[in-house]
């Protein structure tokens, strides 16, 4: 059995480690606020390189307050792309904002930088690109091309913890990063976490106090605020997983060339492609092929996992049909949906068990 993912594997090579430091956090039953969470927002600014960062509930409050913080509202538009988690358009909505998709590039699965442009109006308050499966989207270029610093840039980092443009963070390229820790992501907790990362002061302070009752003095609430926090004993875990970021994404990267040679130049079976000046840290290899159901029907047959991220384009789905009224077909973004299939990806996965599963998906050809 290859599962598609194994967080078993990374927990025994780290029991000892998070056995000691959970037993340090609760004896000090400081669960709320304590040392780790700060530990880990100083670690975390310190690595992605920004002057702030705020913890949180979850990568989805991190869009959400993200998008608060510049004040994006009722009229105003967000250009995004329609091939992501249903989070990134959630939070667009929860603002009351117009979501305006881009399509993709099916190279890259990345929101297509030219299609932005197409799509940027006099209401355009922000972009919400989304590095996809760990893969960066070239922000500097889209930067450059859009030329107009009155439209934010708020990257969905969620997926892409250690990736880089240009040898800068993600995280740190555009106004406002923002991350996810959920379990399976390349850096996750035991739980549900986020973090937002930002080098300005006055989206700082806004969140500080929107992640806090609307709160920054104690029973004194300035805004409407929320309760979103990121608890001690996931900060704790997370501290310790942080120093093995690195080693892991190298690991992924490893995998992820085997893949390459072991599936390059196959007929009908479409390989991720590195954005250019991009360190990849594939959360995901996501392949794309016409015959991708009868090949994770067979990597059932011989008890391998796969995934379908994502197999609805977001303007399709339901909650959204309606809201949704531009009618537009996003060709590639539509395609992926019914060819794209993501094979096993983790840091442990070993080399042996790669070939086995090409070998399989060769046999389906
Ligand atoms: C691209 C993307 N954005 C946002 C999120 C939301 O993160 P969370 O599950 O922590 O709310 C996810 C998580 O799956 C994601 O993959």
Redesign the pocket.
Known sequence: MIPQFDLKKEYASLEKEIRCELIKVFSKTNFIGGENVKLIENNIANYIGTKYTLSC???????HFALKSLDISKGDEVITTPF??I??LE?IMYVGAKPVFADIDLNTYNININNILKKVSKNTKAILP?H?FGNPVDINALKQKLNNNSIKIIE?C??SFGAEIDSQRVGSVGDIG?F???PT?NLGCYG???MITTDSEDYYNHIKKLKNHGSSKKYHHDIIGYNSRLDEIQAAILNIKLKYIDQNNTLRTKNAEIYNNQLTNLKDIYLPQKTKHGYHVYHQYTISSILRDKIKANLEKHEIGSAIYYPVSLEKQKAYKDIYNDHEEFKNSNYLAKTCLSLPMFPHLTEKDIIKICDVIKKTL
């Open positions: 509930n979850s990568g989805t409050d991190a869009l992501t988690f989070s990134t939070a989304v996809m969905d969620a997926q923002c996810s820790f959920y992501k549900d976490g986020g």
